[in-house]
């Protein structure tokens, strides 16, 4: 499968816990983009690296979260002290670095925070 | 500021009905880029189409067609003889591919499309 991958695809854990969430782009794609995605809304962009750089970070990403993308390939978001308003789905995309620029993306990963 | 309206919450239809999803999107921007998604109960975002906003060419792909109307700062898409199968959550989305933001998507809220047998 040359998509992109979210592991995990579930998690559940207890307010106050760290969690990481991993994605993989599409190999040759050099942008990486993670949104967060709320019931009943459109995902809200979070951040955005090209290549390892991290180019740019919503105010919706608190200094409880923290993204790598550490040699330009997957990237790691963690979340850290969860909270309950964390539950959402967290979404992955991947793009190339042509013309064309529509994002692909991933399964996404659910986190639900007791 | 960049901001995209889906006013339909749900359409409910029935096979074979025509239906169309209105987009409406807001920018300053001259060169922007409009998209279309479908999110089926799987949850994964599919990519449907892009289009530019110096083409205002309407575009048609099998079932699906969409209307691009800057006067009107519209982006609807239709499908025609609907089927079950498209049954999802469509999200229409829109890009400025400038700046340090370089193609950040701004999502409308979706429009739940459920296709009755």
């Known amino acids: 499968d040359t998509g992109v991958s979210q592991n995990p695809r579930h998690k559940i854990t207890k307010r106050g816990q760290n969690v990481t969430f991993r994605c993989d782009p599409i190999?040759?794609?050099?942008?990486l983009y993670w949104y967060r995605q709320t019931l009943g809304q459109g995902p809200e962009f979070l951040t955005y690296?090209?290549?390892?750089?991290?180019?740019?970070k919503s105010r919706l990403l608190s200094d409880r979260f923290s993204a790598e993308r550490p040699k330009g390939s997957f990237s790691t978001l963690e979340i850290q002290r969860t909270e309950q308003g964390d539950s959402a789905m967290y979404l992955c995309?991947?793009?190339?670095?042509?013309?064309?620029?529509?994002?692909?993306f991933g399964p996404g990963t659910r986190l639900t925070v007791l | 500021a960049q901001k995209v309206t889906q006013a339909q919450t749900e359409i409910s239809v029935v096979e074979k009905e025509d239906v169309t999803l209105d987009c409406v999107y807001e920018?300053?921007?001259?060169?922007?880029?409009l998209f279309w998604y479908k999110q089926p109960p799987s949850g994964e975002l599919v990519f449907l189409i892009r289009?530019?906003?110096?083409?205002?060419q309407n575009e048609i792909s099998g079932r699906y067609s969409w209307n691009f109307q800057k006067s009107t700062s519209s982006f609807n898409f239709t499908i025609t003889a609907s089927q079950v199968v498209d049954s999802a959550v469509y999200f229409c989305?829109?890009?400025?591919?400038?700046?340090?933001?370089?193609?950040?998507?701004?999502f409308g809220r979706g429009t739940q499309l459920t296709v009755w047998p």
């Open positions: 995309a991947s793009r190339g670095s042509g013309g064309a620029n529509e994002q692909f």
């Open positions: 190999s040759e794609h050099n942008r």
């Open positions: 690296f090209q290549n390892e750089a991290q180019l740019e």
């Open positions: 920018t300053r921007d001259t060169t922007y880029y």
């Open positions: 289009r530019n906003s110096f083409d205002e």
């Open positions: 989305a829109l890009s400025d591919d400038r700046g340090s933001t370089l193609g950040r998507l701004y």
